[in-house]
């Protein structure tokens, strides 16, 4: 039994849509910033421009991929909410404890089966 108050629901799906289009946001920035999508820079010869260049352009891999990564997240929690399971356990079915949704809106399980999955990963 879900007990999560639909007025709560209503104003974290909005947290969720406001951080979801920073994300693409930021993803469209990095992407085009990228120096590597460049092909004029990319050709340049100066002497220690390439290595540069790849440097920025695996910098940017790394946070495009956390980003696409935490995209994915708001993308699934807000599958859930338009389903009616948002706030759902994924992993004992109990209801997550709402200051915890509050802190983390994309939070998969509650704390205790939190806890178990850290310690089963580390
Ligand atoms: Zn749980």
Redesign the pocket.
């Known amino acids: 039994m879900l007990d999560f108050p639909t007025r709560q629901i209503r104003a974290i799906k909005n947290l969720l849509l406001k951080q979801q289009k920073e994300v693409e946001q930021n993803i469209e920035e990095i992407e085009k910033d990228d120096p590597a999508k460049d092909k004029v820079l990319a050709e340049s010869s100066e002497p220690g421009t390439d290595s540069y260049i790849a440097d920025i352009h695996t910098k940017s891999l790394v946070i495009l991929d956390s980003l696409k990564r935490i995209s994915l997240s708001i993308r699934s929690a807000l599958l859930k909410i338009r389903k009616g399971t948002y706030g759902k356990?994924e992993?004992?079915?109990?209801q997550?404890e709402a200051l915890r949704l509050w802190a983390m809106p994309t939070a998969r399980?509650?704390l205790?089966?939190s806890k178990i999955k850290e310690k089963l990963s580390n």
């Open positions: 356990c992993r004992c079915s109990k997550i399980y509650c205790s089966c």
